[in-house]
């Protein structure tokens, strides 16, 4: 077990840096000239001398040689723009959109895990249609459309939670919770549908197994039979899935975050995007990727430790 | 084909979902022969009116009519959504063929596909956006490009389990060439994997599609699509909110219709064997 998480480990560094290449080649595969559009209509002389102090000038294997060594000090580059380095840039703002991820993965996982038990108790009754009902809303509505209906109904309706805006956490909690509210759940709803209909259909499968079968003929009450002998195995697929799930709340925080106006990482990688202000564009994609990876690497180690039935041998 | 046509009508998810979705359809083909689309006609003195007869979704802050924008904008936003969905079908399949039946290129193409799947696919779908430039081929490239590794890891798990089946060995044993053992031999038993999962995928693309033009930096105005409308509503919430529902609605409805018909594709085509694929895939 201790050498399956040793290697595990191992492997995450020639895949980060073949990520680190990838995104690269991503980036400086692109036609059109950053310099043109930093300074506008201004003079050829000027255009050079931008270019030089961008390092715009050096080739591209000069530049590749340069990225990947900045990647390995942890040197993301300075940006076009903000005249700071993407690395101060992107840190400053990763607690938003960390912090609006984690909520509605909190969010995801507190309300999507009960509906499924609720609906898989049984399967078909008026209850299970409700929640899969739901779920299905769940799954196809677009988080903006959701989070632009909770802002009509509870900010410009009953005016409870701001409509946008950011208030930093050191500025008192209650004010920093309630900008965190409608962003958070719009996100966390989407995917507590997606975690409902997975716990169900997980849970609907270990029901019909033996174990349960027997346990029910020793007149155990359903309540036990669900919570303590189902629910352990039940819930395995969603540990699984669990580091995808991040992901996509990950992905749904960039536009919520756009929004509801908060000043998280991901507004910031979007309007680098408009402005074509490449640093920022590549730090961000590899801060994300990285943070991905790493999730992905603490989901594989627990499962082994929550699964004892798989044996990590030589196949991986 | 009648048995497994009966077998897909007598399906709710199914039956519930292609009304809705034919009903979409027909309403978008239909409506441009009864009232006149002018999507990008401004008229100031029709600055957001509420919904009436002669503007049925209502009118924008350019005066411009709705459900012209909402009809039009909805053919730009279901056109992505085939050409992702067509573009991932065949890359995704040529990908998934290759891997799961060549075992040494296998854990390169693999390893590869896990790293494009650790970038956020929205963050990378707009950065690719705008190297590709802003016109709606590069968003449907772009969501090609993020969708196809989703797509080859589902269906590399399936040819790997139908490499092992006793009649791929008694093919390749009495010697049929490789090329015509994976499109003869081992591609159709594939098929209603690819159908199901690429039905989910025309609605993922659909959504991926308005998330990048809601940001703006997919389909570009004056144009419209169903993401660019409401990213014109959300500034203006309080005071025309008929802007924001009419395409949001639509967006819903959609990719609503197209999840309930990949539920019962899913249900009818080999339910077991498809559950089956799905534990493999996730792993």
Not at chain 1, 191 to 201: C, D, E, F, T
Not at chain 1, 246 to 256: D, K, S, V
């Amino acid at each position: 077990m201790l050498k399956y998480i040793i290697k595990r480990i191992l492997i995450l560094i020639p895949t980060w840096i073949i990520l680190g290449l990838i995104v690269f080649f991503i980036i400086n595969l692109a036609p059109g000239d950053p310099t043109a559009m930093l300074i506008g209509t201004e003079s050829v002389g000027n255009i050079e001398y931008i270019r030089e102090s961008l390092g715009l000038d050096k080739s591209i294997s000069e530049r590749l040689i340069l990225w990947m060594q900045g990647l390995l000090r942890g040197d993301l580059g300075d940006s076009f723009f903000l005249g700071r380095s993407v690395k101060d840039a992107i840190w400053e703002r990763l607690p938003v959109t960390m912090s609006l991820a984690v909520f509605g993965l909190f969010f995801a996982v507190s309300i999507g895990i009960p509906f499924g038990i609720i609906a898989a108790i049984k399967p078909n009754g008026l209850r299970d249609i409700l929640v899969m009902g739901i779920s299905l809303i769940g799954v196809s509505i677009p988080e903006f459309f959701l989070g632009l209906i909770l802002i009509f109904i509870f900010s410009l309706g009953l005016h409870i939670f701001p409509s946008g805006g950011y208030k930093p956490l050191f500025e008192g909690f209650y004010q920093w919770f309630r900008h965190m509210v409608l962003p958070s759940f719009s996100i966390g709803f989407i995917w507590a549908a997606y975690v409902a209909r997975l716990m169900r259909s997980s849970m609907l499968e270990v029901l019909n197994q033996e174990f349960i079968v027997t346990a029910r003929a020793k007149g155990q009450t359903e309540f036990i039979i669900v919570m303590k002998h189902a629910l352990r195995n039940a819930i395995l697929p969603i540990v699984t899935a669990s580091g995808i799930i991040f992901a996509l709340t990950l992905n749904g925080a960039f536009i919520t975050e756009y929004l509801f106006r908060l000043p998280g990482a991901g507004s910031l990688i979007i309007a680098a995007v408009k402005h074509r202000d490449y640093p920022i564009v590549q730090g961000g994609l590899i801060v994300f990727s990285t943070t991905i990876l790493l999730i992905n690497l603490i989901v594989d180690i627990l499962y082994v430790f929550i699964d004892p039935r798989i044996k990590y041998g030589e196949k991986s | 084909m009648s048995g497994i046509l009966k077998r897909f009508i007598a399906n709710r998810s199914f039956r519930t979902g292609s009304i809705i979705f034919c009903f979409i359809l027909l309403v978008m083909t239909i409506a441009p022969f009864i009232v006149k689309m002018e999507p990008n006609t401004i008229q100031y003195e029709k600055f957001l009116l509420k919904p009436s007869g002669e503007n049925i979704f209502g009118t924008d802050d350019f005066g411009r009519d709705l459900f012209s924008r909402v009809i039009v904008g909805g053919w730009v936003s279901l056109m992505i959504g085939l050409q992702v969905m067509i573009g991932t079908t065949i890359f995704g399949t040529i990908i998934a063929l290759l891997a799961g039946y060549f075992e040494k290129v296998d854990i390169i193409i693999m390893r590869f596909m896990d790293i494009m799947m650790a970038i956020p696919g929205l963050i990378l779908a707009i950065s690719l956006i705008a190297i590709l430039r802003n016109n709606s081929i590069a968003v449907s490239l772009a969501l090609i490009i993020v969708y196809t590794p989703r797509t080859v890891r589902i269906v590399r798990s399936f040819v790997l389990a139908l490499k092992e089946e006793v009649y791929v060995e008694a093919a390749r044993s009495i010697g049929v060439k490789t090329s015509l053992l994976l499109i003869r031999h081992i591609l159709p038993g594939v098929i209603p994997t690819i159908i199901v999962q690429e039905t989910f995928l025309f609605a993922y693309a659909i959504l991926g599609e308005a998330a990048i033009s809601f940001v703006g930096i997919g389909v570009q105005p004056p144009d419209p699509s169903w993401g660019n409308i409401l990213s014109d509503a959300r500034v203006l919430m309080q005071e025309a909110p008929w802007m924001v529902f009419a395409p949001g609605i639509s967006i819903m409805l959609t990719v609503l219709s197209l999840n309930l018909i990949g539920d019962g594709l899913r249900e009818v085509l080999d339910p077991k064997r498809l559950k089956g694929g799905i534990r493999i895939a996730r792993e």
